[in-house]
């Protein structure tokens, strides 16, 4: 029996980089989908993952917000009553992984909503994994109100932080976006979205 030949050395560089890809999850690793939400589920979006309502409730705040899914829609509802000195807010939050882990969604510009603003204030924030003091990139929605659906583009590179060292986006460590309904003194916000995705 002829004893197996010696590895080259190219070959051996071939499989410790397969190797190391393997263990990185590299190899496996789907592409992050333009396509983030068409509303089409009850309750996930169209990665799989179950959508989130958070209020400021968590920060001593007293807004509320229901949201309900219909023909291909979601519409988002509530009152904004935000603690004093403080700005009330309701976030619906689409997140990108089960786990909160980075998703990379460098090869695109930003965001894309197709959305109809029936009262209030909204903007959109690209959550990333680098920000730990929810100070998230976002920017204000400007919406005409006019009961029709429009297509809102939010590119990565006009997104801000709030109150923390104005940083870029950076847009390989995306876990969630949320839009988000505020406002400094009581009122009712009510939006509706058809579609959320990256463009």
Do not use: C
């Amino acid at each position: 029996m002829k004893s197996p030949k010696p590895l080259s050395f190219v070959a051996l560089k071939s499989v410790a980089l397969a190797t190391a890809l393997v263990l990185s999850g590299s190899v496996f690793a789907d592409a992050l989908p333009p396509l983030v939400d068409s509303f089409d589920d009850a309750t996930n979006n169209d990665l799989g993952l179950p959508r989130q309502l958070m209020t400021d409730s968590v920060a001593g705040g007293q807004s509320t917000a229901t949201h309900s899914v219909d023909a291909g829609v979601v519409v988002v509802k509530g009152d904004i009553t935000p603690a004093r000195g403080q700005l009330g807010w309701a976030s619906f939050v689409l997140p990108l992984d089960g786990q909160g882990q980075p998703q990379d969604a460098d090869a695109y510009e930003g965001v894309l909503l197709k959305v109809k603003l029936n009262k209030g204030n909204l903007s959109v924030s690209v959550n990333s994994t680098e920000v730990t003091n929810f100070d998230f990139h976002a920017s204000p929605v400007t919406v005409t109100n006019d009961g029709e659906f429009h297509e809102v583009k939010v590119p990565f590179d006009s997104l801000k932080r709030a109150w923390s060292e104005q940083t870029p986006l950076n847009a390989a460590t995306v876990n969630a976006i949320s839009i988000v309904a505020y406002g400094v003194q009581p009122e009712s916000f009510n939006f509706v979205l058809d579609e959320v995705s990256f463009y």
